[in-house]
């Protein structure tokens, strides 16, 4: 395929969340925000759907280019418990039979958890619903968010970030789900004709990060990149992401990973260079970018 053409000064934003997962925005909205946000290309990283790629395709405004990707819930085995990660997959077939039927897996399971964390809290005497929660998430996968947002509702914590303290989803409230094993993730994109990114492989204040080598392997199995700015990362660990990039041969990332109101970063907050975005397209053999003209 040839790849696009972008200007050396584009504004790349590789990391979105829309209504179709925890996002606030819907597909459409979030691509208008993003050319008033005065990008040249967004990405739709909604968590284990491409539900939402539809409609940001039907509405997308003119000359801002869209990358059909999602953020895959993975699990790294090699730690005891096994590991929580996010892994981003660009351009991917969204019809790839195998990975279709994982997504629909953890989709599952993250309704199961959601249930279960909501019957302990009611266990606790707090007046939350499923029903409720499941109405906000509106047919999207489902999250914590939106038990936080359930939370709010109940005036029991003021903002999302509160409900994520140790006090609430953040460990007290906090239960894991089936995850996709990393490596087979890796592959499935792959498979799939997709671009496997590594999201906020060092953001500590998240909880227990991955090891340097877990990413040396995944870097020899098929990872393409590393995002490396981040909201997330210290200067420090952007510094650290990057090196380890250099030293792995893989590309290197920036974006929002903009939420709406779930979260108070901006579109555009941090963005991906046009080289490192060029080689993404490059790679990928399942959907190409959309540009609206
Ligand atoms: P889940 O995917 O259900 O495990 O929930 C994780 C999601 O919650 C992430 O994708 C973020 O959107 C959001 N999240 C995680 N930590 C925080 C936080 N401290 N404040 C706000 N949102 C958060
Ligand atoms: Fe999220
Ligand atoms: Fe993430
Ligand atoms: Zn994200």
Redesign the pocket.
Known sequence: MTPPTVPAGARIDLHA?STAS?GTLTPAELVRAAADAGLDVVALTD?DTTAGWDAAVRALPPGLSLVRGA?L?CRWHGAEPAL?L?LLAYLFDPAEPELVAELARVRQA?RE??ERIVRLLQADGIDVSWSEILAGAAGGT????HI?AALIRAGLVAT??E??GPDWL?ERYRLP?EDIDVFRAVALVRAAGGVPVFAHPRASR?GRIVPDELIADLAAVGLAGLEADHEDHTPAERAHVRGLAAELGLLVTGSS?F?GS??TVRLGAHTTTPWAYERIVAEAAGVTPVIST
Not at 142 to 145: A, D, H, S, T
């Open positions: 969340h925890d968590h953020e819930s929580p996010h993250r958890r959601g489902v999250g914590r968010p936080a999302t970030t409900a994520f953040g789900k998240r990973d939420h779930h979260k």
